[in-house]
């Protein structure tokens, strides 16, 4: 039950389909009775195939994660018995047009949003002046409908713009160190989450580097921290040039860094520590020109089976590292 609740906190389309799902039973469900009832077949068999349609489309995002495909798919079939209902019943139906606005903006991306209200808009409007009196009593009425609808239309877009916007911004905030923009400790314990999960399924090998400048204390005391934050900016950018494209790297706090490094050996992970050791030996200085230099311990994943192991013991390689006169390389078994 705990997971349940967690999963739609934490992601919002899902919590807006499972949301919108819970209301098609609740709300469009009574409604396809009484109409099948009064064997008005066509609109009752559009809103029990509309209620059917949600719930497999909210199966399916809970079963695969993937909220964009149900999404898609539910805009265009709201899109399709809104406009079945609206014929239908006419100025009665029309009214499920604005329910069809709020949940277009609010799942699908606002762009395709836009198409998909504006064509559904244009067919029942069409098919209103090929046909008077049947979805319209009049064309001023028509245009009363069409102003409402653009201008609800124009609001939902503006606030899902922004809400998607701000969720994205959110996101950065909670996944990203907001100074070097590399990973978080939220992001680290993720990435080697799965490292281990990879490990066991496909028996790949990981490398941990945690790393640790030293002496940078010294820096925001003689410095200012503006000095200091500017060197972590800089040994982040050495680093990522020093590193491959697969390796990840993350801030673990303050100076430590940790640096995950998948297919490599003790003998590959002792090379690329010597090698960022380097690197931040040759090109990372203070303000007054001397070098800044980096401590590094690390180990491989090998046995460990829980992520905490596998950090604590590379950060007792950082400390050994430390103890060896800082500046050193601390490689677990070698």
Known sequence: MRTFWSRLRDDFQLSIITLVGVLAVLGVTPYAVYRLGERNWLVGLTDTFLVSSTLMAVVYAWRTGDTIRPGQFLAAIYSLGAFLVSIKLGTNGVFWMYVLILFNFF??????????????????????????????????????????????SLFAFVFAFRGRAQR????????????????????????????????????????????????????????????????????????????RASDRLFRLGGEEFVLLVPKVDDEGLSGVAKKIQQCVREGLKRPDGKPVTVSIGGCLLGAHAEREHWLKEADECLYAAKDAGRDCVAIAGR
């Not at 504006?118 to 979805?135: D, I, K, S």
């Not at 905030?173 to 999960?197: K, W, Y």
Request: glycine content about 8%; charged content about 20%.
């Open 107 to 152: 799942v699908v991306p606002p762009l395709q949003s836009v198409i998909v209200t504006q064509v559904t808009l244009a067919a029942v409007c069409l098919f209103g002046w090929l046909h008077p009196g049947q979805v319209f009593a009049s064309g001023y009425q028509m245009g009363s409908f069409i102003v409402t609808y653009e201008l609800a």
């Open 168 to 243: 994205k911004q959110l996101s950065q905030l909670a996944t990203e160190d907001p100074l070097t923009g590399i990973g978080n400790r939220r992001t680290m314990d993720r990435e080697l989450d799965i490292a281990l999960a990879d490990s066991k399924r496909y028996d790949l090998s990981f490398g941990l580097l945690v790393m640790d400048l030293d002496h940078f204390k010294q820096i925001n005391d003689q410095f200012g921290h503006a000095a200091g934050d500017d060197v972590l900016v800089r040994f982040v950018r050495l680093v990522s040039d020093a590193c």
